[in-house]
Protein backbone atom coordinates (compact mmCIF):
# COMPACT_ATOMS: atom_id res chain seq x y z
CA UNK A 1 0.00 0.00 0.00
CA UNK A 2 1.42 3.65 -1.38
CA UNK A 3 0.51 6.04 1.05
CA UNK A 4 0.21 9.10 -0.80
CA UNK A 5 1.03 13.15 0.56
CA UNK A 6 -3.15 13.82 0.44
CA UNK A 7 -3.69 11.22 3.07
CA UNK A 8 -0.09 11.83 5.16
CA UNK A 9 -1.09 15.82 5.80
CA UNK A 10 -3.99 15.15 7.68
CA UNK A 11 -2.81 12.51 9.39
CA UNK A 12 -0.27 14.40 10.75
CA UNK A 13 -1.34 17.14 11.52
CA UNK A 14 -3.92 15.03 13.97
CA UNK A 15 -1.41 13.04 15.82
CA UNK A 16 0.47 15.98 16.71
CA UNK A 17 -2.85 17.65 17.67
CA UNK A 18 -2.94 14.69 19.74
CA UNK A 19 0.61 15.11 21.44
CA UNK A 20 -0.18 18.26 22.32
CA UNK A 21 -3.45 17.81 24.17
CA UNK A 22 -1.78 15.03 26.66
CA UNK A 23 -0.65 17.05 29.34
CA UNK A 24 -3.87 18.96 29.42
CA UNK A 25 -5.86 15.67 29.72
CA UNK A 26 -3.53 13.80 31.87
CA UNK A 27 -3.79 17.46 34.12
CA UNK A 28 -5.77 16.12 37.53
CA UNK A 29 -8.70 17.23 38.47
CA UNK A 30 -8.29 19.03 41.75
CA UNK A 31 -11.65 19.91 42.62
CA UNK A 32 -13.20 16.72 42.60
CA UNK A 33 -14.49 15.26 46.43
CA UNK A 34 -13.96 18.29 48.23
CA UNK A 35 -15.70 19.75 50.97
CA UNK A 36 -17.77 23.14 50.25
CA UNK A 37 -14.96 24.91 52.58
CA UNK A 38 -12.15 23.44 51.02
CA UNK A 39 -13.52 24.47 47.69
CA UNK A 40 -14.82 27.91 47.83
CA UNK A 41 -10.87 28.28 49.19
CA UNK A 42 -9.91 27.61 45.97
CA UNK A 43 -11.83 29.99 43.83
CA UNK A 44 -11.79 30.58 40.92
CA UNK A 45 -10.24 27.78 40.14
CA UNK A 46 -13.10 25.52 41.50
CA UNK A 47 -16.74 26.12 42.28
CA UNK A 48 -19.33 25.01 44.49
CA UNK A 49 -23.21 23.36 42.99
CA UNK A 50 -25.80 23.79 45.06
CA UNK A 51 -27.73 20.52 44.91
CA UNK A 52 -30.91 20.60 43.39
CA UNK A 53 -33.61 18.42 42.19
CA UNK A 54 -34.10 17.80 38.49
CA UNK A 55 -37.26 17.52 36.35
CA UNK A 56 -37.54 14.10 36.76
CA UNK A 57 -37.21 14.41 40.46
CA UNK A 58 -34.32 13.00 41.41
CA UNK A 59 -32.66 14.76 43.90
CA UNK A 60 -28.90 15.45 43.82
CA UNK A 61 -25.90 16.19 46.35
CA UNK A 62 -24.49 19.63 46.41
CA UNK A 63 -20.72 19.07 44.53
CA UNK A 64 -17.50 20.89 43.97
CA UNK A 65 -16.58 21.52 40.16
CA UNK A 66 -13.48 22.96 38.10
CA UNK A 67 -14.79 26.04 37.34
CA UNK A 68 -15.23 27.10 33.79
CA UNK A 69 -14.61 30.75 33.84
CA UNK A 70 -11.56 32.01 31.90
CA UNK A 71 -8.59 33.32 33.98
CA UNK A 72 -8.69 37.21 33.35
Known amino acids: MR ?5 LVPVL ?3 SLAVLTLPV ?6 CKGLAQAECTAKAPAC ?3 NGYKTVAGVDTKSYCRRSTAKAK
Open 3 to 7: ITSKL
Open 13 to 15: AMS
Open 25 to 30: LAEPIA
Open 47 to 49: KWV
